[in-house]
C-alpha cells in the first residue's frame, strides 16, 4: 500500500520555520491539470528570490485526481496559507460574483488566485502577442494579419450574446442559453485571411439570429442586462476584450489557433518562396530550405509558451493580488468579500 505524500500548510510552516531565516521559504502551489504547471511555473517564478521559491504541483502526489474543486479543496483541507495556495482558472466564477458556492470559493479565499480570464488558454490567445507567435513559428516578421483588429471586431459582434449568457447562468438560468449554445455561435469555421470581414459579417448574422432569440425569451430581464453590463465593466469586461472571458479551450481550439496557423502558413510559403526565388543554384537552394524547415516550430505550441499576455490588464490584476498576498497586505481585487 502507498503511503499518503499529503502536504500540509502546517507541516511546510513548520519545515519552513527548522531550516532557519537565512533558508529559502517554500511555497507549495496546487494547480488544475498537467497544462497548468507551466503558466502558474512562469507566472510565480517572477516573485521568486533569495528569501522564497514556489513549488507548482497537482493537487495529490499519491493518486491521478486533477481538476479545479481538487485543488482548492486540497489546499483549503491542508489548511492554505502563507506556505500553500492555489492557482486555478477563473473560469466563469469570477463573473458570477459569489452567486455559487464554487465562484464564491474562488474569488472569497485569498489563498486563491485565479486568472481573471477565463482560463489560461485565453491569455495564449492574447491578440497583441499573436503577431509575435507568428514569428516564433515562421521567422518571418512579415505583418500580413490584423489580429488585435480581428479580435477586437469579434468581441463587440458576440458581445451582446455574452451578457446574456452570464445574465442567466447568474439566475442559474443557464440551461435557457449555455455555454455550449454559446460556443456553438461564436465559432468561425473556414475563412479566408484576405477577407476576413466577410467572415466577421457571417458571425454577426448567425449572432443576431440568436441574440433576437434570447431577447424575445426574456423580455422582462431588459434593466437586469443592462445592470450586469455596467457591473462587467467594472470587473474588465468590455466590448472590445469579450474574447478573454469565454471558454478558453473552445477559444483556442476553434477560433485563435486555427487562425494563426493559417497565417503561419502562408508566411512559411512566402519565406520558401523567397529562398526558392534568390538561390544561385540548386544545391543552394536545397540547403536554405531544409535549414528553414528545421527551424521552424508548431505555432499552437508557440502559443502556449508565449508571455506577451504579462502586458494585459487581467494578468495585472493577477500579479496586484500575489504581490499583496507576499506583502501580507490586503487582497485589492479580491470582488466578494462575504
Not at 507551466?38 to 499519491?62: A, C, D, G, I
Not at 426574456?218 to 474574447?243: C, D, F, I, M, N
Not at 536554405?288 to 527551424?295: G, K, N, T
Amino acid at each position: 500500500m502507498v503511503k499518503s505524500l499529503k502536504i500540509s500548510s502546517n507541516y511546510l510552516s513548520a519545515a519552513n520555520a527548522i531550516h532557519g531565516k537565512r533558508a529559502r521559504r517554500r511555497i507549495v502551489a496546487y494547480v488544475e491539470s498537467y497544462d497548468d504547471v507551466l503558466f502558474w511555473r512562469t507566472v510565480l517564478s517572477e516573485y521568486e528570490n533569495e528569501t522564497r521559491y514556489f513549488e507548482v504541483m497537482l493537487p495529490t502526489r499519491n493518486t491521478l485526481s486533477k481538476g479545479k474543486k481538487k485543488a482548492i479543496m486540497s489546499m483549503l483541507n491542508e489548511g492554505g496559507g502563507r506556505d500553500m495556495i492555489a492557482c486555478v482558472d477563473a473560469d466563469y466564477d469570477y463573473l458570477l460574483q459569489g452567486i455559487t458556492e464554487n465562484s464564491r470559493a474562488v474569488i472569497g479565499c485569498p489563498y486563491v488566485f485565479h486568472t481573471y480570464v477565463y482560463a489560461i488558454e485565453n491569455y495564449q490567445c492574447y491578440a497583441p502577442s499573436l503577431h509575435n507567435v507568428c514569428v516564433m513559428a515562421t521567422l518571418n516578421d512579415h505583418h500580413i494579419f490584423d489580429f488585435v483588429w480581428f479580435m477586437t471586431r469579434y468581441s463587440e459582434i458576440i458581445y451582446p450574446l455574452f451578457v446574456w449568457n452570464i445574465l442567466l447562468y447568474r439566475r442559474h438560468q443557464f440551461h435557457d442559453f449555455t455555454m455550449s449554445d454559446m460556443n456553438v455561435v461564436i465559432e468561425m469555421g473556414k475563412f479566408s485571411l484576405a477577407d476576413p470581414q466577410a467572415a466577421l459579417d457571417k458571425l454577426q448574422r448567425k449572432v443576431d439570429v440568436r441574440l433576437a432569440e434570447v431577447r424575445r425569451n426574456h423580455q422582462g430581464l431588459r434593466k437586469e442586462y443592462e445592470a450586469l453590463e455596467k457591473e462587467l465593466v467594472s470587473l474588465g469586461v468590455t466590448p472590445q476584450t469579450t474574447y478573454l472571458y469565454v471558454q478558453g479551450h473552445h477559444l483556442f481550439d476553434n477560433v485563435v489557433a486555427p487562425l494563426v496557423g493559417r497565417v503561419c502558413e502562408r508566411l512559411r510559403v512566402e519565406r520558401e518562396t523567397e529562398i526558392r526565388q534568390k538561390a544561385c543554384h540548386v544545391t543552394q537552394r536545397q540547403n536554405e530550405l531544409s535549414a528553414y524547415q528545421h527551424s521552424q516550430t508548431d505555432s499552437s505550441q508557440m502559443m502556449k509558451k508565449s508571455t506577451g499576455y504579462f502586458r494585459s490588464a487581467p494578468f495585472r490584476k493577477l500579479q496586484d493580488d500575489i504581490e499583496a498576498f507576499l506583502s501580507g497586505a490586503r487582497y485589492p481585487n479580491l470582488g466578494f468579500t462575504g
